[in-house]
């Protein structure tokens, strides 16, 4: 068929969410080993149109709110050469204590993201 599998998105997804916690300073193995688990508990995506499997793709992923318990990264997928919106979602996350007890979002996690979100507004 040509086109992308839809699946395949929330592969897209989850590679653009790692670069933007990296890229602001948040790094999911060290929160990891602080005891915080930031686990996907609700991910939705909505189809406007399929991808090729040669279109060049951009996914902009954007946090919009700074979370308490829980933290929602938004994402659009364009294509590059046609600045056309192929997919938008997002994805929720939990963050957990090691005995799967919900938490607040850890204070280095809410610093990191503050800084970063009202650089960003």
């Known amino acids: 068929m040509g086109i992308v599998y839809y699946s395949r998105y929330f592969e897209y ?3 653009a969410r790692t670069e933007l916690l990296s890229m ?6 060290t929160i990891e080993k602080s005891g ?12 406007k149109k399929g991808a090729k499997f040669e279109d060049e793709l951009m996914v902009l992923t954007k946090i919009d709110e700074i979370p ?7 994402y659009t997928i364009k294509n590059l050469k046609l600045d056309k919106t192929y997919v938008e979602g997002y994805t929720i996350h939990a963050f957990l204590k090691n005995n799967d007890m919900a938490v607040r979002a850890p ?15």
């Open 13 to 15: 997804f989850e590679q």
């Open 24 to 29: 602001i300073g948040l790094n999911v193995t």
């Open 36 to 47: 915080v688990f930031i686990p996907v508990v609700v991910s939705h995506c909505e189809y």
């Open 68 to 74: 308490k318990s829980k933290l929602r990264i938004n």
């Open 107 to 121: 204070d280095s996690v809410l610093e990191t993201i503050k800084k970063f979100w009202l650089t960003d507004q």
